[in-house]
């Protein structure tokens, strides 16, 4: 099997970073180091500039604890000073990657091309493109970036659970540090709602709290010598030992050996368990969901095999949660699909849309043909003495027409991406940001096609040249096209998943579709129904109330809160039916694409660039609400 055929996964912990190299027939192996299934995160930098890993970098730490790093994977714009020297921390953390990467190519048998880093959900695109920079740093292939606890889900499926789409998890990721994420199961994959993090809640804190109750000596986490580095390798041999004996003897420096059993172990974590159960449940409430929407909370990472974990989130949430086998790897092997019997093979679950979300569809795609059929059908032809020939056509109804079938395929972009992914042999479109990404260009590209086909159609059932009819039909839903590009690449790059699912941000506005779509309906047939004196004046009517229809349905597109929608349709409503007539029925229907190219800007704003971070009541200061701190691959 050739080497550019596998794929390597790495999670890069703050404590230890794991790496799994998986072929396409559902092999798949974890990587050794130094004897050890993970890499210890701890570099060293020695005087001449070798960078250390793994257990060499322990091993210095005893002559230079000046130069050790235990944990240097930190935030982007965070510059470290050693021993006087300031060091950039990309170079620290792509000593790590570079050294999993020379072990992958040794397994593999040469280069491996198709790599993927774990991420904390709750990073941000600063954070993520800092950790491309490490992998380029590392001599390592373009990385695709999966989020831990998607990882998570997706091994979960592939090693035999049962989730219907819709279904609700939680995972909670405890290693080095703790992050807590509530995911739903879209049709596209899997959609993180909400994410709580602690970076002071883990393994690492567990050690603090171990070695102090050893040593007798609260402060000797935050002395700055080689006892300090030596009493935490003891800590955390006696801690992982503790797992298979009830007891375990821990050497300490200049000092006698202990005894550590099971008990110390259990009051030393209870207190930062305690809060790992608190974040859970916070998450399980900023998801806006109940702990019985659930269908299973998951426990991984370094420190998620500890019993009293469970026992802990039993009694905050009143569900028992489930500890993953070998919790330390099931975010690397989800990410390079290692549990899959065949990943490269796998049926992509193409699913039929709920109600709520086809009528979402519908709405406006029956909206766009009714307008496109009625701007036809009324459309007035003129001619002089046979000679010059004309057509009085609503230009307006052929806009929103076009604006209606583009808003209709990009509420239909996550089923796109997943009819693509099913048929395409590219790795890339099968991750959950790629299949989005996909879809949403596909939308695109057939919402234009369509709304291009409406103008070539009119134009040749009128006989005029097409010119004007694609600059009605087009330009108009130009920047609402620029808007869904954007999410596109927000997608693909995988940034951040918006509140609610891909899903819930692709689907249009019905209720402003509705009344917008009624209203210019109205307005067409006030302008060329037949005048009968006895229906002049309803006919008239019509049209005024159309135009506040048309009104009312542009500020629903622009506000939200139904104060502030009272109060704007008011004025805007009399405006637009106050200036209805042939000569305004073209810029109410650009004003109204305007309007959706509003909305869907603020979308992007809000719910992707700027998601509102609200901390749930009862919250800390402590916990991080919506950003991830770094959660490790083990404690």
């Known amino acids: 099997m ?19 190299l998986a072929w396409p027939d559902g092999n798949s192996s974890t990587l050794s180091f130094d004897g050890a299934p993970h890499l210890p995160s701890a570099v060293h930098l ?31 714009d965070d510059q470290l000073t050693i021993d006087g020297t300031s060091v950039d921390g990309v170079d620290l953390v792509a000593a790590t990657l570079r050294r999993v990467g020379t072990e992958a190519e040794r397994v593999a048998g040469g280069p491996v091309r198709d790599v993927r880093l774990v991420v904390p959900a709750g990073w941000g695109p600063r954070r993520r493109t800092w950790l491309r920079q490490v992998a380029h740093r590392a001599g390592l292939s373009q990385p695709r970036l999966v989020e831990a606890p998607v990882a998570v889900a997706e091994h979960l499926l592939a090693t035999g659970l049962q989730l219907q789409v819709g279904s609700f998890i939680a995972v909670c990721d405890v290693g080095a540090g703790a992050e807590v994420t509530v ?12 994410t709580l993090a602690d970076p002071d809640v883990g393994g690492i804190a567990i050690d603090h709290a171990l070695a102090a109750s050893l040593t007798g000596d609260v402060g000797l986490a935050d002395d700055d010598d080689a006892g300090r580095w030596m009493v935490a390798a003891s800590v955390q041999a006696a801690k992982e030992a503790l797992a298979q ?27 930062v368990l305690q809060r790992v159960a608190q974040l859970t449940s916070e998450a399980i409430a900023a998801a806006e969901i109940s702990t019985n929407d659930l269908a299973g909370v998951y426990c991984v990472g370094g420190t998620a095999h500890l019993p009293q974990l469970q026992t802990l989130i039993t009694e905050h949430i009143g569900l028992t949660p489930t500890a993953v086998t070998e919790p330390a790897l099931a975010a690397a092997r989800g990410a390079a699909d290692a549990g899959a019997a065949n990943p490269a093979a796998a049926h992509v679950e193409v ?3 709920p109600v709520r979300r086809a009528v979402a569809i ?68 099968r991750s959950e940001g790629g299949k989005v990404s996909v879809g949403i260009l596909t939308a695109v590209s057939l919402g234009l096609a369509i709304a291009g086909l409406y103008a070539v159609v009119a134009s040749q059932y009128l006989g005029q040249p097409v010119g004007a009819y694609l600059r009605w039909a087009l330009w108009p839903i130009t920047p609402t096209v620029l808007m869904a590009a954007a999410i596109a690449v927000v997608a693909a790059r995988q940034w951040r998943a918006p509140h609610g699912g891909w899903s819930a ?18 307005i067409q047939y006030s302008l060329t129904a037949d005048r009968w004196p006895h229906l002049v004046l309803w006919i008239d009517i019509a049209g005024r109330v159309g135009g506040l229809l048309l009104g009312v349905g542009v500020v629903m597109a622009l506000v939200t809160p139904l104060v502030f929608r009272l109060i704007l349709a008011a004025p805007l409503a009399v405006i637009t039916a106050a200036i209805v007539s042939r000569q305004s029925a073209g810029t109410l229907g650009v004003i109204y694409a305007l309007a959706i190219a509003v909305w869907w800007a603020a979308r992007l704003w809000t719910r992707v660039v700027r998601p509102a971070q609200t901390r749930p009541a009862g919250e800390p200061s402590t916990a991080r609400w919506g950003v991830a701190a770094p959660p490790g691959g083990g404690g």
């Open 2 to 20: 050739q080497a550019g055929e596998a794929r390597l996964a790495i999670d890069c912990g703050n404590a230890s970073t794991i790496g799994v």
């Open 46 to 76: 020695s005087a001449d500039g070798e960078v250390r890993t793994g257990q060499r970098a322990w091993q210095a730490a005893a002559e230079h604890p000046e130069r050790f790093i235990p944990h240097p994977r930190r935030p982007a």
């Open 183 to 194: 995911l739903r199961r879209g049709p596209a994959g899997f959609e993180v709602l909400a």
């Open 245 to 271: 004996h009830p007891a375990v003897t821990v050497p300490l420096a200049d000092r006698p050996p202990v005894i550590m059993n099971g008990a110390m172990l259990d009051e030393a974590a209870r207190p």
């Open 351 to 353: 699913p039929v849309p």
């Open 362 to 429: 519908a709405v406006p795609g029956f909206a766009s043909l009714a307008l496109i059929w009625q701007c036809l059908m009324t459309a007035e032809q003129h001619s002089a003495m046979s000679v010059h020939y004309w057509v009085t056509l609503n230009w307006g109804e052929l806009t929103m027409a076009a604006v209606f079938a583009l808003l209709a395929c990009l509420g239909a972009g996550t089923i796109l991406g997943s009819l693509v992914a099913a048929h395409s042999p590219t790795p890339d479109t």
């Open 505 to 522: 941000l692709l689907a249009p506005p019905t209720g402003s579709i509705t009344a917008a779509a009624l209203g210019m309906a109205m």
